[in-house]
């Protein structure tokens, strides 16, 4: 038998949208990518949760955000990214005490200020910002500035092929 090494993508991480047929059969988990069938020794426990994993959808844009159960977000400024505003569609408000939570699109140090001013104290924040070679104002210098105002980030999450978003909280 042909042995091979499956690595998760590294900018990615694992996808598993090509995986079908996944079983488990005994200690083995199997599975079949494209035409391919694989079978991996796991053990049973292991290859139990491993086909779990797989079958479970990944969560939405909006569940990542932590928009469940109805929750809603104060959007300040405008949603510049159609994902982004796909995925806040029905779940934004106008009211700072009714929002679980923030969303700004931050092209430069002036929509940060905005952005932190508009966000009410106890209320996590999500800076979204653009990645890549087109981040004039990105993931570094947005970092430094919320950290010297006094926030943490605690979470990260890719938005669109285009925009990032990093959750932060104040210390």
Same mark, same amino acid.
């Given at each position: 038998?042909? %042995?091979?090494?499956?690595?998760?993508?590294?900018?990615?991480?694992? $996808?598993?949208? *090509?995986?079908?047929?996944?079983?488990?059969?005994?200690? *083995?988990? +199997?599975?079949?990518?494209? +035409?391919?069938?694989?079978? @991996?020794?796991?053990?049973?426990?292991?290859?139990?949760?491993?086909?779990?994993? !797989?079958?479970?959808?990944?969560?939405?844009?909006?569940?990542?955000?932590? @928009?469940? /159960?109805?929750?809603?977000? @104060?959007? &300040?400024?405008?949603?510049?990214?159609?994902?982004? #505003?796909?995925?806040?569609?029905?779940?934004?408000?106008?009211?700072?005490?009714?929002?679980?939570?923030?969303?700004?699109? &931050? %092209? $430069? *140090?002036? /929509?940060?200020?905005?952005? &932190?001013? #508009?966000?009410?104290?106890?209320?996590? !924040?999500? !800076?979204?910002?653009?990645?890549?070679?087109?981040?004039?104002?990105? /993931?570094?210098? &947005?970092?430094?500035?919320? +950290?010297?105002?006094?926030?943490? *980030?605690?979470?990260?999450?890719?938005?669109?092929?285009?925009?990032?978003?990093?959750?932060? @909280?104040?210390?």
């Amino acid at each position: 038998a042909m %042995e091979r090494t499956l690595r998760p993508h590294r900018r990615t991480g694992t $996808n598993f949208t *090509d995986t079908k047929s996944v079983t488990v059969d005994g200690d *083995d988990l +199997r599975f079949k990518v494209g +035409r391919e069938s694989v079978a @991996l020794r796991l053990g049973a426990k292991d290859a139990a949760s491993w086909a779990k994993k !797989i079958a479970t959808p990944p969560p939405s844009l909006k569940e990542k955000l932590g @928009l469940k /159960d109805g929750a809603k977000a @104060l959007a &300040i400024g405008p949603l510049k990214d159609a994902v982004l #505003a796909e995925a806040l569609k029905g779940a934004t408000t106008t009211s700072a005490t009714k929002a679980a939570l923030a969303v700004a699109v &931050i %092209e $430069n *140090d002036k /929509d940060l200020a905005k952005a &932190i001013s #508009a966000c009410p104290p106890a209320t996590p !924040i999500w !800076i979204v910002h653009r990645k890549g070679k087109a981040a004039t104002f990105g /993931d570094t210098p &947005i970092r430094a500035a919320m +950290r010297a105002k006094g926030f943490m *980030d605690t979470k990260v999450s890719a938005v669109s092929a285009d925009f990032s978003a990093t959750r932060y @909280l104040r210390k």
